[in-house]
DNA sequence: TTGCGTGCAAAGGTTTTGCATGGCA
DNA sequence: TGCCATGCAAAACCTTTGCACGCAA
């Protein structure tokens, strides 16, 4: 699945110590620097590249297309759905019986095969929505 | 509000004449050259910003973030929702009832205000499917 | 006439790619 | 040893911006 290199494992590492935040590439670059273990920006997007294939790392599209950004999900994060808040960028893991139903809709009525690991709901989480006084 | 210009009003057109196809800024310029009212890209994209503006198109991004496109929204397709095929890419509009009642679900039981018109479904489309024998 | 709209080319930013070198297995 | 991974720089890519000219009101 390919090789183990210290860059590799400088890259999920931050990624992990991170907890989780959304970092964008030029972060991770950036911030792989100041920690003394300078990355190559291209090894750096060939690298995610790989994690987002492989499922442990979750690639999203921030400032409306203008850039990605990328987050730690870790191997345990199989068998549920991502619901990732616009307003703070955080990725909220719910289990629910429900959106299994979801899928089995989209088939049976689109024919279509939902990829639940891939596919992300997109909206407001309710800390934010608090602190907007629900005003959408 | 603005003035009419002969250009604002071919890429109007033909948006409204796609009848609600999802188009990059370049397939719109392309399109409109090849109808013989070309007009420059530059302005493509700032008449494309100020329809967005005031609603009657809709910008979407795709291609994992590379590019936006864009979409008239007529009275007919303004709650609807996007499949995307991992394999051929294509991206599927539908118009679903159900997946209202999703949303509904999601605020219920996870506090969560889905955006209907951000989120994407990743999976397999009927046409791959097939194509594929149904392997997945 | 006024000043927004246009078009060209250049700049802007992120991401990808080519190629020689380095390091894992 | 064989090959994948790396890093640099350059390319590719979409989008935005500067500026002079044209056109709507």
């Given at each position: 699945?390919?090789?183990?290199?210290?860059?590799?494992?400088?890259i999920i590492?931050?990624?992990?110590?991170?907890?989780?935040?959304?970092?964008?590439?030029?972060?991770?670059?950036?911030?792989?620097?100041?920690?003394?273990?300078?990355?190559?920006?291209?090894?750096?997007?060939?690298?995610?590249?790989?994690?987002?294939?492989?499922?442990?790392?979750?690639?999203?599209?921030?400032?409306?297309?203008?850039?990605?950004?990328?987050?730690?999900?870790?191997?345990?994060?199989?068998?549920?759905?991502?619901?990732?808040?616009?307003?703070?960028?955080?990725?909220?893991?719910?289990?629910?019986?429900?959106?299994?139903?979801?899928?089995?809709?989209?088939?049976?009525?689109?024919?279509?095969?939902?990829?639940?690991?891939?596919?992300?709901?997109?909206?407001?989480?309710?800390?934010?929505?608090?602190?907007?006084?629900?005003?959408?």
């Open positions: 699945m390919g090789y183990t290199t210290k860059q590799g494992e400088n590492n931050l990624l992990k110590s991170t907890g989780g935040e959304h970092l964008t590439a030029d972060e991770i670059s950036l911030m792989l620097s100041e920690r003394g273990c300078a990355v190559g920006k291209s090894t750096v997007y060939r690298r995610l590249e790989k994690l987002v294939e492989n499922g442990s790392v979750r690639r999203f599209i921030i400032d409306e297309g203008k850039r990605a950004c990328y987050q730690y999900v870790g191997e345990s994060c199989k068998n549920h759905y991502h619901l990732r808040c616009d307003k703070c960028g955080k990725l909220l893991h719910v289990d629910c019986d429900y959106l299994d139903k979801v899928a089995d809709h989209i088939l049976e009525h689109h024919g279509f095969v939902m990829n639940g690991e891939k596919t992300v709901i997109y909206g407001t989480c309710p800390e934010c929505r608090e602190k907007e006084g629900n005003d959408e």
